[in-house]
């Protein structure tokens, strides 16, 4: 068994190599002879692949690495022509990355909370995918671009941060056109027909769980994971990603709208049940522009009022309110038009560099907001940070910040500032930072224990890196 493997990962390393030799991912020349040789990428890497030839444990583990030698067959014997399969591969790999991950992370028991799909239901949507990628199109030469407008897929992906397989529902526009970057509709919960989506030029994501979360910091997690892996097969526009949804649907949008106000260009939850007093607080804080709908009926109806007064107040984002007709179920905005949303995200664009940031950080975890990354004066859970900052004319940032800030990280760029003169970072009149300009610096405002900094890129970027296009 183990020489089998062996042969299939010869004859992959080969296509594999067709891929990156073309430059179709990051525009490089053909490499010549020995060099060439040298370069090619070991597919699957030894350390995922090492496992495999060992005898599996678990019955399951045992259809994975049935799952894996299946489709590292075929895919080794495809036969379209060399730049269809070159830009498929990357997917392709991907998909099978995830297998190759979900086999060697181990016991499973803890992984899955019962919210989430089992590994059998998300290997369910793996093969789906599977199918239309190889059998319906590479294995007959058609291009899965081509083939993909207007159609359901079933998408599968690995969750790094978790080490969880999940799985999602992703709906292209029916004008698709791969040369063209689309916007995306994300719902947390419930989502608009067919039929709705079908009327608009959007893709959908729609990430749904067998009940409500149990864990936020997972939901987090899964959320970024999907959008990144949607943007590695789909032409998505990384600015023009949009969230929403239903009841704790729209709840979870708004979370995501004030802890990471860089992931959405726009938010239009519905019926939205966020209603602590503490999450009302913060959403005074949100810069997304935001589209609260609510029946008349609804029964969350009054905290959404809450929520839309709040927001009002803050004064940091257009926040438009708009009613319809019905309780809290039905959702006739996504059974019935859902231009009502996408007509307002139409008119948003994320801005990657906003000359005004206003972030609120519960946590480290939520330190990162568009060009700021903010530092708390110690490891806290429940924490209530809040940072402004402002571009003012001749290369002058004004900072704000409560108490519980240590400092903030400046990702600086032409767009903000001029890169060629000093840069001086002011705060209530005293002068936190002057210096020369530079792609990244550190703001102190007083002292605080040193810790783990997970440091993550903005999500656009991630999108952008993905799709092999640079920053802009």
Known sequence: MARAIGLVRGVCLLVSFSYCASGCASGAAAIPGAAAE?????????????????????ELDRRIKTLIEEWEARIAKLEA???????????????????????????????????????????????????FLVADCLEKGVDPAEKCGGRWMAKCCWVPATKMLVRYDLIAPAGYDRSKKHPVLYTFQSGPSMAQMKRVPYFLIQSVQKGYPKSMVHLEAKTRAIIIDAAREASIDPFRVYGTGHSYGGHTTLLQAYRHPDWFAAVCPLNS??????????????????????????????????????????????????????????????????KKITDFCDKHVLDPYPKKVVHVVEHKRYSR???????????????????EVVVKPGNVIELTASDQVQAVDMYLAAELVDMKKPVKVLSGGRTLFSGP?????????????????RKQKALWEEIRAVQGGGRG
């Open 273 to 338: 049940d966020l209603r602590r007093p503490k999450q009302i607080e913060h959403t005074g804080h949100i810069i997304t522009p935001s589209l609260l709908s609510h029946g008349t009926g609804d029964s969350f109806r009054v905290s959404g009022k809450k929520v839309f007064e709040t927001m009002k107040a803050g004064g940091n984002c257009v926040v438009e309110w708009q009613d319809y007709d019905g309780g809290h179920t039905g959702q006739p905005v996504f059974a019935g038009d859902i």
């Open 38 to 58: 040298a370069a090619k990428p070991a597919w699957p890497p030894r350390a995922l692949a090492d496992k495999l030839d060992a005898e599996p444990k678990e």
């Open 81 to 131: 022509p060399a730049g269809m399969v070159s830009r498929a591969m990357p997917s392709l790999h991907d998909n099978l990355r995830a297998l190759y991950n979900e086999y060697n992370a181990g016991s499973r028991g803890k992984r899955y909370p019962k919210c989430h799909f089992t590994v059998e239901q998300c290997l369910d949507w793996w093969k789906k995918d599977m199918k």
């Open 437 to 453: 300009v530079a792609d990244k610096i550190t703001v102190k405002i007083r002292d605080g224990a040193k810790f783990w900094q």
């Open 369 to 387: 907001a568009f060009w700021i990354d903010v530092i708390l004066v110690k490891d806290m859970g429940g924490a209530n940070a809040v940072v």
